[in-house]
């Protein structure tokens, strides 16, 4: 926490005759408000004034910005009941309260920009030498108001976090020697987040070997109820589609792992690009400089865990389906419905099972299908049409079912497959960008792609029929 400070005291630059506003940005849990308390209470006694406005999402969720307004002047003025109730009268005098004076005021936990607009307006609404401190999870609100440089407050490192969760489980900074192992074992499972450190630390301290180890189970099979809730803010102040597009990132991250599979699964869609930038800007997601999509573990598993809560008893009723035994208890039982939009079922070694595949036929809205290692005897009579992305790993059948008309479908790969051909006759899949045929080495004959002109690849490897001509054909469209 010393290093923090001292980056917030360069920022701050308490000699400079001016006024700044500082920003503290960062995901649920990370101590952005530990460290704005920290730093109000070092340096406060410098100001002629100073306020620590406390959970202003909250707050003005609940009671308004007229409350948090005239608390500022309570504060200020050392009167309990300011008779003002027009937000804008407000505004013009809380800025004449603070035009010439010296103001520290901390603003913990902004969420919207019309709360800067109305709590402290701009920078002449102080006097010199003024420093607001603003803490957010949403990096636009700052952006909004002109604070373009924003601290951004990251995780603890191994060593950092293992010092934090040991004061809190041991009361010192290492673990006892017995428990060692296991202390790393939660460390890693909190990911460097500090809230998650503490609050694993705590629950732990004097229970049994014994209790870590069952402890440690539960939370690989459902995340902590207190860092869950404290993380669920950010998504609960999402609109729909960032909703959906982040619940499919945190359930099927293996595949959702970059900006151009977002686009490509959703390309019927025209705000994928926005939307992910507002998943970043509210630090749910990070983007490297390659484009690759990042998300904390503990994020990933809130998501998870909103999926998980659709039906607690029955996988079925899920929207999105990831995890072996419940995607194999919906084949096994035919158990599937309307709600699931997506499956991933990536298994690490070959296995063979009997499904009921007729539990498709309840799947109208099933959009991703991603099966790998799986071999089934029998393949489906039906697949949904709604289906975007197609991936099957040694598909069963020789072809893909008569009436499957997948207008929506983008990705088709059935590598190491038994298909014969795909379909017969002309299928109008516009939208379809590529296809992936790889060692399915039953294969005859290809589709007519004549109505399909926007396939960008074709896969084919050690296949009977060459599709040169075809590539010859796609080069020359190109």
């Known amino acids: 926490m010393d290093t923090k400070l001292e980056e917030i005291d360069v920022l701050l630059d308490k000699e ?190 004097k229970r049994s070997a014994h209790s870590w180890s069952s402890a440690l189970k539960k939370l690989q099979q459902t995340p902590n109820r207190t860092v869950f809730e404290i993380l669920k803010i950010s998504f609960d102040g999402l609109d729909e589609m960032e909703k959906k597009i982040f619940m499919d990132i945190a359930c099927f991250h293996r595949l959702y792992n970059n900006e151009s599979m977002i686009e490509l699964a959703y390309s019927s869609e025209f705000c994928t690009r926005i939307t992910i930038d507002v998943l970043v800007e509210k630090s749910l997601l990070t983007i490297s400089s390659d484009n690759e999509i990042g998300i904390h573990d503990s994020i990933r598993d809130m998501g998870c865990e909103i999926v998980r809560q659709e039906s607690y008893e029955d996988p079925g009723r899920r929207s999105r389906l990831w995890l072996r035994n419940d995607i194999f208890h919906v084949f096994t039982k035919n158990t599937g419905t309307e709600v699931i939009e997506g499956i991933l079922l990536h298994l690490d070694r070959l296995e063979e099972a009997d499904w009921n595949l007729e539990a498709f036929s309840k799947m109208c809205k099933l959009k991703l299908l991603y099966i790998h290692n799986l071999r089934l005897s029998v393949g489906p009579k039906y697949l949904p049409n709604a289906l975007r992305y197609l991936m099957w790993s040694r598909y069963p059948s020789k072809y893909l079912p008569p009436g499957f008309q997948p207008d929506e479908l983008t990705e088709l790969s059935l590598v190491f497959s038994n298909i014969d051909h795909l379909w017969n006759g002309i299928k109008y899949l516009s939208k379809l960008k590529s296809i992936d045929l790889s060692y399915s080495v039953n294969l005859t004959r290809t589709p007519d792609f004549t109505e399909t002109a926007k396939v960008s690849r074709v896969y084919r490897v050690k296949c009977i029929w060459s599709f040169l001509n075809y590539l010859m054909y796609l080069a020359a469209q190109n």
């Open 16 to 205: 400079a005759n001016d006024v700044r506003f500082i920003g503290i940005w960062g995901m649920g849990g990370l101590g952005k408000t530990t460290l704005a308390r920290l730093v109000y209470e070092k340096i406060s006694h410098q100001f002629e004034v100073c306020i620590f406005l406390a959970n202003v999402r909250e707050v003005s969720a609940t009671h308004g910005l007229v409350y948090l307004q005239k608390q500022i002047l309570s504060l200020m003025l050392k009167e309990e009941n300011v008779q003002v109730w027009d937000v804008y009268r407000l505004i013009t005098t809380i800025k004449r309260c603070f035009c010439n004076k010296a103001v520290l005021l901390v603003l913990d936990d902004v969420d919207e920009s019309e709360q800067l607009e109305n709590l402290v307006g701009e920078k002449d609404s102080f006097g010199l030498r003024s420093r607001i401190i603003i803490t957010t999870r949403d990096r636009q609100v700052l952006v909004t108001h002109d604070i373009e440089e924003p601290y951004e407050l990251k995780t603890l490192n191994e060593n950092e976090a293992l010092k934090l969760f040991s004061w809190k489980a041991f009361r010192k900074d290492e673990p006892d020697q017995d428990y060692a192992e296991q202390s790393k074992s939660f460390v890693r499972y909190a990911g460097g987040l500090p809230l998650a450190l503490k609050t694993l630390g705590s629950f732990l301290y």
